[in-house]
């Protein structure tokens, strides 16, 4: 069974930084794109980041040049470094991965990042 395993929310002040890693265990697939999103209260999910297999990358235009989006292919695992940290990025974020050839997602349990001002 696929399981997708998020950490290092949490809370931190206004101008800090969390560093968010999402590991996949149980696949029997290989993984194309990988990515993080977040849902604020009372808003939809969106897209913060994403990075495929190749390794580019696309992000949101609220977190561009704050936040960086990478993976280790070996460890299954995709990170999102996130600085300058500012209350609107205050939601849970949600990693979510594509798996070959299905293009099937999984996503995962979701982490709560709280920063306050």
């Known amino acids: 069974q696929v399981q997708l395993v998020e950490s290092g929310g949490g809370l931190v002040q206004a101008g800090g930084s969390l560093r968010l890693s999402c590991a996949v265990s149980g696949s029997k697939f290989s993984i194309n794109a990988m990515g993080w999103y977040r849902q604020a209260p009372g808003k939809q999910r969106e897209l913060v980041a994403a990075?495929?297999?190749?390794?580019?990358?696309n992000y949101a235009d609220s977190v561009k040049g704050r936040f960086t989006i990478s993976r280790d292919n070996a460890k299954n695992t995709v990170y999102l470094q996130m600085n300058s940290l500012k209350p609107e990025d205050t939601a849970v974020y949600y990693c979510k991965v594509r798996a070959n050839p299905t293009l099937y997602d999984y996503w995962g349990q979701g982490t709560q990042v709280t920063v306050s001002s």
């Open positions: 990075i495929t297999s190749g390794g580019s990358t």
